[in-house]
């Protein structure tokens, strides 16, 4: 096998370790961290199950930002909802044996939402670079992940509609990846440079603000019920103090 495929090989592996250790530190972060007052953002549900359905409707439909700011709601939709039909699509990679019915159905569905990605996050860039309230606040990291994004998802696209790659091949390469039996990857520049700003989004997702995807999950001001009036809310470290 040539060095190249060892390179690839090992980066994803390391990239594989970093993001998933780097996930599990930080939910363990956001799992320990102490909410000591009652803050959900208002009107806020006073069940639990109101709880439930309001974080239903934050993830799916991105409730509050669409009440926020409807442009940047249009635009974070597009990429969202393109990001998960491409990553859908990319499925097919990891699925051992043949492909199913219904993940070959969405295979068109997936290349073409690559447009819609790019088109969301150029939206998003140009609200950091135009809006003068959002670039007062856009630290260079915010462009660099972004540019991050818009380059995998152009290389991507070129791959589909410009200079065909060997999907056979890389179906090849990434199951001998997850079976440990590696196999040579396909020597097509494009997707060699994709893979790469794959790896080293891997590997930055668990340190910048993309974290937000889990982070949403422990936010207080939308994942607690509305009752201080009817229950006294006390953290986790407030307790043990309590119960001393």
Known sequence: MSFLTYAIAILFYAATVVLVAGLA????????TPAPLKIPTTPAPTTTSGVVLRMFR?????ESLFKSN??????????HFGMLLVLIRHLRYFWPGETPLLLTMMQPFGKYAAFAMVAGLLGLWARRILVDRVKYISAPSDH???????????SGIMMSFVVHTDIIGLKQFIMGLMTFSWVEIPADPILIVHMLLVASLMIIFPYSKLLHAPGIFFSPTRN????????RHLSDWARKLEDQ
């Open 25 to 32: 530190f930080r939910i363990k972060l956001y799992v320990q």
């Open 70 to 79: 409807k442009w940047t709601w249009i635009f974070g939709y597009l990429f």
């Open 144 to 154: 660099f992940m972004l540019a991050l994004l818009v380059l995998i998802s152009v």
């Open 224 to 231: 607690q019920v509305d009752n201080p009036r009817e229950q």
């Open 58 to 62: 934050e993830v799916v439909f991105f």
